[in-house]
């Protein structure tokens, strides 16, 4: 299908920053074909008229849990161990893969209408969270969750092979299959070299959490004498595309490491923050030339999918921990949100931006509410003061996935009664 987008402020990465054009976006087979002035010859099949809204990136979610939806509101305000140990694992062995779909689900609601086009999770039954994302039109790498040690993740990594076969490329090509071991407290050295054996063999990208407590480091250091950091390289994660979510206590020596390794670290502040985590030295890694992008983490642990409110607490966390206000400006945390996120997927060279040439993945926001104006500086407005009510219309591969705030490719009202029910069936097994 061919969409003109017409009267909208498209918002550029030129010269180290942002820059608008008002103007129109050509979008045929998937791509933005032309921006600006549109050519007489182009001839589309649905015109949009942006009424004047911010065109922008279509923001990545680089690392998330969505099926944990149906956990959401139901463990809160307790440490990670805790929350894992006590709360969160115990229910998960209840969960059915028909729970998994319908969680993945209502969270890629509420990710449309965050404006997010891509997201990395990590997961078990990813074929349905795969399947969710195939029917709501946006990009996903499935990334699929490991544990345990050399032994028993033998079985487990030939089953992913399987999987990787089965599921990599589906989609027209939305679905992209990573490897997830969860964690250096989940995984032993072993089990995290073995995963890298076979993400070399496939040439997939790995996807972990790393340091994202003080005790995790703790730990690492008295059993295998490194930090997590150090374990993860010596076992060879870093040699291909790797996703390191949270990286908070990390010292000089690991954050010089992760930009060495050209690692891409996923900042999650609400999950950090509610967790009691720590504050990420995000501002540190950005001057070391890491490689950042955003995620919300798990809906159990944020507790929402909303980008909006992450790029908004990355960009003043970064001031606060930094001591300096100047560190991550608002065009710097957005930039992160969509040309980090897209690197870190591994999305087609200038997937995040608006270009000619560049995947289609992209959203209106309309700035015509009260806490949008006035109006000097867009950027700014969106990082420091947008919602998901402001966003108007999203579109992932060159397919509309919403206009007026209602989403074309979901029923949201069943959707969310399917989700009340599920997560009721489940918490009385």
Known sequence: MKIEIKNCEIMQWKNGGAEFLRGSIAIGEGTIR???EIPKSFSPDRVIDAGGALALPGLVNAHTHVSMSLL?????????????QD???????????????????ISMVEMIHSGITAFADMYFSMDQVAAAAAEAGLRANIGVGLTGDGETSKPKLQSFREFYDRYNGKADGRIVVDLAPHAPYTCDGDCLSAAAEVARDLGCGLHIHLAETSGEVEECKKRYGLSPIFLAERAGLFEGRAIAAHCVHVDEADIELLADKGVHVVHNPTSNLKLASGFAPTAAMIEAGVSLAIGT??????????????IHLAAILAKAVAGDPTAMPAAQ??????????????LAEAAGSLSEGAPADLLLLRTDKAHMRPLHDPVAAVVYGAGPS????LICDGKVIMTGGIIETLDEEEIIKKAQEAAIRLISR
């Open 34 to 36: 032309s921006i600006g």
């Open 333 to 346: 945390a957005l930039q992160i949100a969509t040309e980090g996120g897209a690197k870190a997927l591994g």
């Open 390 to 393: 402001d966003i108007d219309t």
């Open 297 to 310: 983490d798990g809906p159990a642990s944020n507790n929402n999918q909303n980008m909006l409110e992450e």
């Open 72 to 84: 959401r509101n139901l463990a809160d305000d307790l440490e990670l161990m805790k929350w894992l």
């Open 87 to 105: 709360k969160v694992w115990p229910i998960e062995e209840k969960m059915s893969e028909e729970d998994v779909h319908i969680g993945a689900l």
